[in-house]
Structures are given as C-alpha cells and as structure tokens.
T-cell receptor
Framework: EAQVTQNPRYLITVTGKKLTVTCSQNMNHEYMSWYRQDPGLGLRQIYYSMNVEVTDKGDVPEGYKVSRKEKRNFPLILESPSPNQTSLYFC????????????FGPGTRLTVL | LAKTTQPISMDSYEGQEVNITCSHNNIATNDYITWYQQFPSQGPRFIIQGYKTKVTNEVASLFIPADRKSSTLSLPRVSLSDTAVYYCLVDPDTGRRALTFGSGTRLQVQP
C-alpha cells in the first residue's frame, strides 16, 4: 500500500530536549516536505526536499532541521524544542508531476512543556 | 500568493449534491486550483486539481469559469463519511510546490 508513515504519532517533551520525528514514504517520490498545522493558521511549510541531499527552507524553518540521506526518509529534527513548537506536524511526499497531489502522513502531535 | 476565500461551514444531508465555492481574485496565470479534504486528526487528502473549465474524477467535479477568479467543488450524493474540512488552494506551478492551506470549509453531512 502506498503510504507515508510518521513516528511517533504523539509526543510530549520538555523544553530543550532534542527530538526527531521520522518520516518515510514507499512511493519512490523525489519531493518531500514538512508542514505544521496550528489553529487559525492553516498548514505552513517548514522545510522541503526536492531530492536526496537537496533541502531548503519553507515558510517557517526557524528551530527545525532536516536531512535527506535516502530518498524514502526525511526526518524532522528539533534541536532545542520550545513551547511555541507545540503543534500538529505532517510529512508529505509527491512525485513531482504536473498534478500537485501530495500524500500526507497521519500526523505527529507534539507538545513541548 | 493568491488568497482564497471560502465559506467557513456548510450543512447538507445524505444523498444531496454539495457545491463549495471558492474565490481567488488574484490568481496568476500559472496557478492551478487544487482541493484537499481533511478528516479530524488525519493528514489532508488530495481531491482534485484543475486549471480551467471542468475537471471530473471518481470523487468530485471542479468547475472553473473563464476568468478563473473562482471555482466550485461539486460533491455528488454526499454521505456521512464526507463530513470533513475542504480546502481550496491556489497552487503556483513552481519548484517548491508548497501548499498554503487556509481555514477551509467545514462540511457537516446529516443523515
């Protein structure tokens, strides 16, 4: 089954404790992206990657890092989480074709205390 | 980036056709119109994308007038499982392909 998986699905942590949210897709998509969803603000892109070893900032990259060492994986790293990073995070992938059909993961709900 | 405006919420009954209209007055020549659906605690799911006139797939139809300043998503014969938030997006055909989601339209389907 074609899918995007994220782990963990839920995470409660404390300020300053480094964490990684993993994302993996099995569709051989070149393009992957991270979004965060906050009430009243919609989904905002954090980082994206157009291929292995190619990453770039989205609209809200501050406080986040990413890496793309393999095509299927695109982890999101919070080196020193802060309470304003409490949010619902989604990873997405897409093939790069004309139709921008992005496949989203199930989401990771992060709470930073 | 072109801003979209759509109704905050809509109500319908099972079996009815639902039309959700979105306005995007500042749409650019290269922009596509894309609709996504999102259920609570799930990631958005692509429904349909179009550039002009009419596009139909197995789930929905998308009507775009000649001036492209608005679009209408049509869901035929909705069921309870269509209760969700529907987002209209203007998608610039650029490399970043970032999706900018607004507040969407919350559709409630009643039995």
């Amino acid at each position: 089954e074609a899918q995007v998986t994220q782990n963990p699905r839920y995470l409660i942590t404390v300020t300053g404790k480094k964490l990684t949210v993993t994302c993996s897709q099995n569709m051989n998509h070149e393009y992957m992206s991270w979004y965060r969803q906050d009430p009243g603000l919609g989904l905002r892109q954090i980082y994206y990657s157009m291929n292995v070893e190619v990453t770039d900032k989205g609209d809200v990259p501050e406080g986040y890092k990413v890496s793309r060492k393999e095509k299927r994986n695109f982890p999101l790293i919070l080196e020193s989480p802060s309470p304003n990073q409490t949010s619902l995070y989604f990873c997405a992938s897409y093939s790069g074709g004309l139709v921008n059909e992005q496949f989203f993961g199930p989401g990771t709900r992060l709470t930073v205390l | 980036l072109a801003k979209t405006t759509q109704p905050i919420s809509m109500d319908s009954y099972e079996g009815q056709e639902v039309n959700i209209t979105c306005s995007h007055n500042n749409i650019a020549t290269n922009d596509y119109i894309t609709w996504y659906q999102q259920f609570p605690s799930q990631g958005p799911r692509f429904i349909i994308q179009g550039y002009k006139t009419k596009v139909t797939n197995e789930v929905a139809s998308l009507f775009i007038p000649a001036d492209r300043k608005s679009s209408t998503l049509s869901l035929p014969r909705v069921s309870l499982s269509d209760t969700a938030v529907y987002y209209c997006l203007v998608d610039p055909d650029t490399g970043r392909r970032a999706l900018t989601f607004g507040s969407g339209t919350r559709l409630q389907v009643q039995p």
